[in-house]
């Protein structure tokens, strides 16, 4: 249903914030439940992306236009969907403010907007993104960009970046990391490049289980780890990177780096509609129980994705199963009956370590180890690697998006 034939003030019942991934996998398996419900999707872009893929687009190893449709082709078809974006939330009365004007009522408010990827926090790398060797596997414009300063760079320095905590995908700056020099190491080019890591956290990865072997990755590609190190300011035309860099006493000093590479990961922060809004906590993101996905205050409101406060890695693994504990709780909700499902914070995160070798991370609340196979999670598999590169981009649109729930088992409710 178009949104230009609707008045400026529009009733919905079940109103979902987001076409992206949470949101449109949400709204087809809650379709698939009970097929008569009134839904409706608030969201502005015109494209749906595959966001997982574009880490094998700056690897090489995939298609930048096989990550992207547009947004009609995904919809359901049941779902009335509104272009515009949400300026203003108002849950005490239950009200919508549109950036068009429009106001939306609703009985029951699912929040998925994703986060927001905030470049300007980084100074200069806006008008140098894209060229002098700056790039970034976060941006669809710019992943493909990866890829080509990745095939012709063959001697110098290299400098890959992780923000702090919390990202989408924590594992995919280190992702970057290994298929560039996995493809250096190919064509005998890595011996005379210098790779540096720089992490603005002190550990390689949240899981300790998985660092010990993704620590021999990093010895076998030579790269330098700097922790707590933060990108601040980046110079495209003379190719120079500033760093915070925090001691062990908490003091800061600023070091500038030359590069001839530079891949950035931008700080990444919760959209401001929901940051200043009675939905936020104090880090702005929606405050929802890590279990039911119940928002702590708002009965009504429930949340999923990138934009829940929960301590869960933020990965599309993580929607697929976040999506079936929304959707049956908020069904037994406007039943009146008792929760059903738990979520027990699970996401994954498949590392590509090398060209045809992947490391499945599947963990949960806590960092425990919640495995999809029955084999040694700290291997890098040939299997894993069909998984990432040929399964799960078919599955995303054939699968996810059409409510089809696959390995998606979840916790009762005791």
């Known amino acids: 249903m178009s949104d230009q034939h609707l008045g400026q003030s529009y009733q919905g019942d079940i109103v979902v914030i987001g076409g992206g991934t949470a949101g449109i996998a949400f709204v087809a398996s809650l379709l698939k439940r009970a097929p008569g419900l009134n839904i409706t999707v608030i969201e502005p872009n015109a494209y749906h992306y595959y966001q997982a893929a574009w880490t094998l687009v700056g690897g090489g190893v995939y298609e930048l236009e096989n990550t992207v449709r547009p947004m009609s082709e995904v919809m359901p078809s049941q779902a009335k969907w509104l272009q515009a974006a949400v300026n203003h939330i108002d849950p005490q009365n239950r009200l919508l403010i549109l950036d068009n004007g429009r106001s939306v009522t609703y009985q029951n408010l699912i929040v998925c907007p994703g986060l927001r990827l905030a470049w300007e926090k980084i100074e200069g790398l806006q008008a140098t993104l894209g060229q002098h060797g700056v790039t970034s596997n976060y941006s669809y414009q710019h992943a493909a960009y990866t890829w080509h300063r990745v095939q012709n760079l063959r001697t110098g320095k290299a400098i890959f970046t992780q923000p702090g905590m919390p990202i989408k ?50 010895e076998k590609y030579r790269a330098r780890l700097a922790f707590n190190s933060q990108l601040v300011k980046v110079d495209g035309p003379s190719q120079t990177a500033w760093f915070e860099v925090r001691n062990a006493a908490g003091e800061v000093t600023l070091h500038a780096k030359k590069f001839d590479f530079l891949h950035v990961v931008p700080p990444q922060v919760p959209p401001d509609f929901i940051r200043h809004s009675a939905l936020a906590n104090a880090d702005g993101w929606c405050e929802v129980d890590a279990h039911s996905l119940q928002h702590v205050r708002y009965p009504d409101v429930f949340a999923l994705g990138d934009i829940c406060s929960t301590g869960n890695a933020k990965t599309a693994a993580a929607v697929r199963k976040q999506v079936v504990v929304v959707a049956e709780n908020l069904l037994a909700l406007r039943k009146q009956q008792p929760f059903v499902r738990q979520y027990d914070g699970y996401g994954a995160c498949p590392l590509t370590v090398e060209r045809g070798k992947v490391i499945l991370a599947e963990f949960g609340y806590a960092g425990k180890l919640l495995p999809t196979f029955p084999l040694e999670p700290t291997v890098a598999r040939r299997l894993a690697w069909y998984l990432k590169a040929n399964f799960l981009p078919w599955f995303y649109w054939n699968g996810m998006l059409k409510g089809r729930e696959w390995l998606t088992r979840t916790s009762k409710v005791d």
């Open 169 to 218: 995908c924590a594992g995919a700056p280190q992702k970057a990391l290994y298929l560039s020099c996995d493809h250096w190491l190919r064509q005998d080019v890595l011996k005379n490049l210098d790779v540096e890591f720089n992490l603005a956290g002190a550990v390689l990865f949240g899981v300790p289980t998985f660092v010990a072997p993704l620590m021999k990755y990093i």
